[in-house]
């Protein structure tokens, strides 16, 4: 199991909250962790499920799957992170 957080533009509310779970629950090899306004998390099998899988179901449901890893860890010190987008 992978566990992998995707960041989701587009999510503004509870409903799309439940919109994106419902969109999740259909992919196979995939255990939704949580999903919050702005990123679904989600525990894959990697013989069953993919990324790809569960980022196509957020993707058809209307909601846009931002690229690439976002880590959301603020710096204190801040100023000398390294951009790698
Ligand atoms: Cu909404």
Redesign the pocket.
Known sequence: MTTTTINING???S??VAAVQKALATVPGLTIDAVTIGSATVSIDPATGSLAAAEAAIDDAGYDVVKGRVLNIASPGAGESTSDA
């Open positions: 999510m503004t509310c409903h799309c």
